[in-house]
T-cell receptor, first 117, second 112 residues
Framework: EAGVAQSPRYKIIEKRQSVAFWCNPISGHATLYWYQQILGQGPKLLIQ????????DSQLPKDRFSAERLKGVDSTLKIQPAKLEDSAVYLC???????????????FGPGTRLLVL | AQSVTQLGSHVSVSEGALVLLRCNYSSSVPPYLFWYVQYPNQGLQLLLK??????LVKGINGFEAEFKKSETSFHLTKPSAHMSDAAEYFCAVKTSGSRLTFGEGTQLTVNP
């Protein structure tokens, strides 16, 4: 079974530029998550999709970050304009059901490492 | 609100020695608890999790963890460290209806 795919793996941009990341979850997984992992910290949830609807985006900086999940499969996360503090690894994860009544396992992709200069 | 505290951002052990990584959580309702491992330039991989039932949970690569409600702890152990265990380990907590909350991570170094 293929895992969670992400691209690109690395990206270097200058501040105020825009950038987009792509994620393809495990086939059949209804729920998709985007996390931000700043160096030396644990991942922090940015947004959670259930199929193509948003379940939780309370920690997404909506003035500059946006995400979509068209057709309930793959997803893109965009930053526009980027700031220095956005330098981090952006992890995508997916889970089978996602309605959070149980300790369902989330499966993570390899991440996109973003450096903003 | 829930939270996780991992005691010790860096732990160093000798190959063959006991590995003990500490995790304490805060939650007002019964938690689900997870340990993930992250190798350099890779995503997170689930080691083990506690949801309900037996409080001693066995995971992959010889790791295990015990849920102790009275101590609000979920420490990760492995009897004998291997060089390949060197990685960063994250404890995480979740409750029904909430998001997964991670600790700050513990970097494990294994010395030959």
């Amino acid at each position: 079974e293929a895992g969670v795919a992400q691209s690109p793996r690395y990206k270097i941009i200058e501040k105020r530029q825009s950038v987009a990341f792509w994620c393809n979850p495990i086939s059949g997984h209804a729920t998709l998550y985007w996390y931000q992992q700043i160096l030396g910290q644990g991942p922090k949830l940015l947004i959670q999709f259930q199929n193509n609807g948003v379940v939780d985006d309370s920690q997404l900086p909506k003035d500059r970050f946006s995400a979509e999940r068209l057709k309930g499969v793959d997803s893109t996360l965009k930053i526009q304009p980027a700031k220095l503090e956005d330098s981090a690894v952006y992890l995508c994860a997916s889970s089978l059901v996602g309605i959070s009544t149980r300790g369902e396992t989330q499966y993570f992709g390899p991440g996109t490492r973003l450096l903003v200069l | 609100a829930q939270s996780v505290t991992q005691l010790g951002s860096h732990v160093s052990v000798s190959e063959g020695a006991l590995v003990l990584l500490r995790c304490n959580y805060s939650s007002s309702v019964p938690p689900y608890l997870f340990w993930y491992v992250q190798y350099p330039n890779q995503g997170l991989q689930l080691l083990l999790k506690y949801t309900t039932g037996a409080t001693l949970v066995k995971g992959i690569n010889g790791f295990e963890a015990e849920f102790k409600k009275s101590e609000t702890s979920f420490h990760l152990t492995k009897p004998s460290a291997h060089m390949s265990d060197a990685a960063e380990y994250f404890c995480a907590v979740k409750t029904s209806g909430s998001r997964l909350t991670f600790g700050e991570g513990t970097q494990l170094t294994v010395n030959p």
